[in-house]
């Protein structure tokens, strides 16, 4: 699978790759997962975008929000995958690309639950209980530094 990665600011991604990036989250988060929320929370233009493509398309992506953005922490989220490339690790590489991206700092994100162990074995652990967000279980959790 040749993927071509990139790590950009708000400010230097293109009209066309936050199209392909909003397109994916939508996908994913509001179709797929059936779930009607607004993906366009005012947090992109402080975020740092990352993301995998493949042949044009941009296949995982996730964002890192500065310490204060959403948590005291820095935070992770927006983590997503193609659907038709699951299973083959990419979500992991997508992951340890954004942990060296964001350094040796404590890290936050709210998890969907079903994925909590998957984040736990990148270092995560459990920091709230189960809620609901936005018709979904998640759990908040944190890495440390």
């Not at 936050?108 to 209980?129: I, M, T, W």
């Amino acid at each position: 699978m040749q993927l071509v990665w990139h790590d950009r600011a708000f400010a230097q991604l293109s009209a066309a790759e936050l199209y392909a990036i909003v397109r994916l989250r939508e996908r994913v988060f509001v179709v797929e997962q059936r779930c009607i929320y607004l993906d366009a929370d005012g947090l992109d233009p402080v975020a740092r975008h990352l993301w995998a493509e493949r042949a044009g398309e941009v296949v995982a992506y996730l964002r890192i929000l500065p310490a204060g953005a959403r948590y005291a922490e820095l935070a992770i989220g927006r983590v997503v995958t193609a659907p038709e490339l699951r299973g083959a690790g990419l979500g992991r590489e997508l992951m340890h690309r954004g942990l060296a991206a964001a350094g040796p700092v404590a890290i936050r994100l709210s998890a969907q639950a079903h994925l909590e162990a998957f984040y736990r074995e990148l270092g995560f652990r459990r920091a709230s209980e189960v809620h609901d967000e936005d018709g979904i279980p998640h759990v908040e959790m944190v890495r440390d530094p």
